[in-house]
T-cell receptor, first 115, second 114 residues
Framework: AQTVTQSQPEMSVQEAETVTLSCTYDTSENNYYLFWYKQPPSRQMILVIRQEAYKQQNATENRFSVNFQKAAKSFSLKISDSQLGDTAMYFCAFMKRGGNTPLVFGKGTRLSVIA | DAGITQSPRHKVTETGTPVTLRCHQTENHRYMYWYRQDPGHGLRLIHY???????DKGEVSDGYSVSRSKTEDFLLTLESATSSQTSVYFC?????????????FGSGTRLTVV
């Protein structure tokens, strides 16, 4: 079974600074997806970024980028120019590709952006 | 984005009573999921469905049952609610392919069992 580990339960960052959230995972699969989801106080789950394991290039979405290290099974999220609206829970998630096997989540990192 | 609606948004119920949560989608997606979210645990899969009348158990299925008699509706039932089932429940669908693949979540149901 796949597991996802987020080792930082809470983090804080000053507005406009850069922060990196860590995620590691354990799998024997070679073809899979990795995701970062954001959950603000509204409770809504919002997809931040996705990475397909067969792609070497790290995914980016505006101020959000990932450092995907397949051999190390590491998938960290970097948030640049942090904004107050980035304050949220962030969840790393793994899914084996094909067959629609369900998404497996880490326990989350609570990020606070401080003015 | 897929239209996905959960009802109710909040519910308080007494221990031992049955409770049914509803998830409704408008775009005919085949796969639907129920997760629960608890502090320190992230989101954990309860049950999922891969078609009408086709369901399977997840990591934390004890005490829960599901039904899917129509593509658009996926119901989660707590036959006899317990305080340990106090949680936030999320429904999700999966859609897209390749670079567009992902899950879309409902807004969640906060269930309190007293």
């Amino acid at each position: 079974a796949q597991t996802v580990t987020q080792s930082q339960p809470e983090m804080s960052v000053q507005e406009a600074e850069t922060v990196t959230l860590s995620c590691t995972y354990d799998t024997s699969e070679n073809n899979y997806y990795l995701f970062w989801y954001k959950q603000p106080p509204s409770r809504q789950m919002i997809l931040v970024i996705r990475q397909e394991a067969y792609k070497q290039q790290n995914a980016t979405e505006n101020r959000f980028s990932v450092n995907f290290q397949k051999a190390a099974k590491s998938f960290s999220l970097k948030i640049s120019d942090s904004q107050l609206g980035d304050t949220a829970m962030y969840f790393c998630a793994f899914m084996k590709r094909g067959g629609n096997t369900p998404l497996v989540f880490g326990k989350g990192t609570r990020l606070s952006v401080i003015a | 984005d897929a239209g996905i609606t959960q009802s109710p948004r909040h519910k308080v119920t007494e221990t031992g009573t049955p409770v049914t949560l509803r998830c409704h989608q408008t775009e005919n997606h085949r796969y639907m999921y129920w997760y629960r979210q608890d502090p320190g645990h992230g989101l954990r899969l309860i049950h999922y469905s891969y078609g009408v009348k086709d369901t399977d158990k997840g990591e934390v299925s004890d005490g829960y049952s599901v039904s899917r008699s129509k593509t658009e509706d996926f119901l989660l039932t707590l036959e006899s609610a317990t305080s340990s089932q106090t949680s936030v429940y999320f429904c999700a669908i999966s859609a897209g392919t390749g670079t567009n693949y992902g899950y879309t979540f409902g807004s969640g149901t906060r269930l309190t069992v007293v």
